[in-house]
């Protein structure tokens, strides 16, 4: 069956329009030129480390003409989801800053006792230690219930990678004897919900642009198109053997997978 015209594309961002601090040779000049065709574009981080600005920043210091509402991440999509809830839940999150402030500028209420906490959140936290481990533990055996921001295993870093937020959910879940509840970030339902909705595009006719498997392609599962660009995690030998959801269409890099857009 073919596949809808993609009338929108969500682009992840390092590994696919950036490679840490370096642009993808011509990412930049292939995104304006969707821009100037009409076609809506979001950028999607599931690194919850860094607020919209702080990557508005990144991006337009690197020539992308974007604004802040073009950016969305798992952390938004999150306290998003949080504010939609009949009672505003108050939560403990093992996170770095930028998710606290995110919250507390939204007026989600946050705590460390466990009797008041109804969501632990677990996400990419470089500081996670054994007292937030306890914190997390006593509030999930008197009734929380635990959500987390993205689902990833590690986050790649120049060199290698860091234990991403995979690591403190099984690490709760071990010591809980609990099953998380949902993940805000892609590949989830929410998340292409959420993305759907800001770009004003039904969600079939979306394409999600990106360079893990894991999460940027599993978006094909809420029934987005998808796109990997090897240019990032992925290698062929690593997509050879995938057995999860496969990729609509495979390009060396974004500037090829834009002009198949734009044909």
Avoid at 144 to 170: F, H, M, Q, R, S
Avoid at 172 to 198: H, V, Y
Wanted: net charge negative; proline share 8%.
């Amino acid at each position: 069956m073919a596949q809808p015209p993609v009338e929108a594309c969500i682009f992840d961002l390092d590994g696919t329009v950036y490679l840490g601090d370096a642009v993808i040779h011509g990412a930049v000049a292939a995104i304006e030129r969707l821009r100037q065709t009409g076609i809506p574009v979001l950028f999607f981080s599931n690194n919850p480390t860094k607020n919209p600005l702080a990557y508005h920043t990144k991006l337009t210091s690197m020539g992308f003409m974007v604004s802040v509402e073009q950016i969305l991440t798992s952390a938004i999509v999150m306290r998003d989801w949080l504010l939609t809830q009949p009672k505003i839940p108050t939560v403990f999150p093992i996170a770095e800053p930028a998710l606290w402030s995110l919250l507390h500028d939204a007026g989600i209420r946050t705590s460390t006792n466990p009797a008041d906490i109804d969501y632990v959140l677990a996400s990419f936290d470089r500081t996670f230690d054994y007292p937030k481990l306890q914190i997390a533990f006593d509030a999930v055996r008197a009734g929380a219930t635990l959500i987390a921001t993205n689902p990833d295993k590690y986050c790649p870093v120049p060199g290698g990678g860091e234990p991403d937020c995979a690591a403190l959910i099984a690490a709760i879940e071990a010591c809980t004897d609990t099953t998380l509840a949902f993940t805000a970030g892609k590949p989830s339902d929410l998340a292409a919900q959420t993305a759907a909705a800001r770009l004003g595009v039904p969600i079939e006719r979306c394409l999600m642009i990106g360079d893990r498997l894991e999460t940027d392609i599993g978006m094909g599962l809420s029934g987005m198109q998808t796109a990997l660009v090897m240019t990032g995690a992925t290698t062929p030998a690593v997509l050879s053997t995938w057995q999860g959801h496969r990729p609509d269409a495979v390009y060396p890099s974004v500037v090829e997978c834009v002009k198949a857009v734009l044909v």
